[in-house]
């Protein structure tokens, strides 16, 4: 009993966490595919068995995600803006006053008050620039692990101006620069700042928080290049939690409340 | 062009036209099977449906139809004249199809869809055209309206008439420049209609018969001040003006509104302001809507903002009545491509000291860049006073949905905050 179920329904993964007491005592995520509801309903029957619960040990389940709305055995659904504000706002302790969300196909800033409530968001627009899907096209294009790009960004000493963030111009942009022979490693911390400066962009000057803590989470958080290149740009310092991209399945269960 | 081109043309446009009118009976259907669906509102839904070609509506009025670009052409001397005018807007998605690859890939979407309507001839296909085309050169697209016509191969040509719009309002010196052009558009429609005189007690009557219509919109704008008639409805009603003969359009305005008076209010409470919306692309409301936000209040040229309010004069000559016209479509309408627009930002922001809305939602079409420019000026001055502002940029597409509803879920979680 006292169990509660999040899931994160998103464009690229599903994510979920089973929390007690507004702790995460278990969490994985699986490629979004057809048939997200059969899929996410997997996912809670692995965390039932692997911690030796029953059905009956789960109170409530909370859906978030662009995916939330097929969810039918969800208790609740909530936006993903607001799962993310409160779930980053509770594991911060309070701290945090700026998210940078890095997802699959889009890109958030949201700024929180002191209580942890939405101030303002942004969002980008349908373009994939910066977003999960891009660092995977990049990957793909690089024949390069996007977990190896956090090491590999850091051996080289000059990020390359690349020009452009969106994804079709960026391909042909790469493998032009890949046929003149420019090393990967340089190509790579090109791409994490040319993320980091879209990022900057998108945050605005106005934006820029006052006092509090700046948060990444998302998939791509866990890259560090993005995250230095993004400290580089900002000039500031920006934190990322342990499993980040948890966070939003995380804040989904608190909304239960 | 070559016989191939021809068929290829043609079997294209016969596709678009099939998909056009998928695109318009969905919608419809949809209207009508709302649980707020009452049959007072069939008229207007009707006249959405039945057809936006010259042929249907001079049959409807009994009047020969004059083609607008924009609301800022005094209507009560098209209907002096024995004309009737119709707001030239495209709102489906599909028609821009055709109009699209001749076109700059960043335009206001709500023209190139109405290029593609247009192309697709339905402007013609009952054999009957527009009388004439009259162009108030508001936005940039509009004033080039006439070329990317061309470009699209948009062959019909009757008489096209250009009213100059003074982008400073509160000049002497360009009040008196409208009143000169309003002078021009008079002449302009006595020459296509071979009425050489007005009566200035026809022109006096032709202005009561819009005050009336604007008074009772007044009424449904009163109505939706207190969140009971949903803004889809009241959409609805405002975009169907244009399709039927004021007088009779009035009386049905009339008998809806009891409708909406049984209804009660709902919250949250927001404005709409930015680009206009028209139908069949309602997306953004339907949106709104699911989002379980209600729209209270809305300052679009497609909605609130049909009429520019009422005319006064106490000089009853015809240069005293065409001058009080001359004025109110000046002064009264909030366009933003007016420099000297202050009156619009607080238009939008005074409400919200008296507590009539929680927060602006701000749509803008993308290439639409006289709403775009001012939402900054508006967010600053929103944000300065504490309250809420979202500005959504979306296209003649349904793909953003999701991530228009993401963000608006999200916007109206913040009202409580
Ligand atoms: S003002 Fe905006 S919506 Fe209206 S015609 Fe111009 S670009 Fe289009």
Redesign the interface.
Known sequence: MGYKIGLDLGSTAIKMVLVKNNEITWSRKVPTAPGQEALAMELVKGAVNECGLSEVDIDHIAATGYGKKLMSSAGHTVDEISANAQGLHWLSEGRCRTIINIGGQDLKVINLNEKGLIADFKMNDKCAAGTGRFFEQAARILDTPLEKFGEMSKLADEPLELNSTCVVFAESEIVSLLAKGVPKERIIKGLHHSVARRITHLLGSRNTPKGGDIYLDGGPSQNPGLLEALEDELLMEVKVLPNPQFTVAFGATLSAN | MSNNQDDREGRLKKKILDRFDDETSQEIKILKSRPDFRPELEYFVDLLAGGRDPATISARTGRPVVALMCLQAPLELFHVYGLQPFKIFGGTMVAQRLSAPQLPAIMCPMLRSALGELHLDLAGSKGQKFLAWVTPTTCDWVVKIQDMMEVCGITEKPPFHRLELPHLKDRTESQDRWLEEVYLLRGFLSQITGKKKIRRQDLARSMNIYQKSWHVFSNLIDLKRTGRVPEIWFMVISNSFFFDDAEKWTESVKKALPVFNKREKALPDIFLAGSPIFFPNLKMLHLLEEAGLNVVMDDLCSSERIFPGAVYFDDFSEHGLLKALAQRYHQGCLCPTFSDNDRRINNIIAPAHKDLYKGVVFHVLKGCHPFDLESLTLE?RL?DMGLKFIKL?TDYTS??S??LL??L???R??LA?
Do not use: I, M
């Open positions: 600053c944000k940029e793909e953003d999701q991530t993401t963000r879920e999200a916007y979680n913040t905050n």
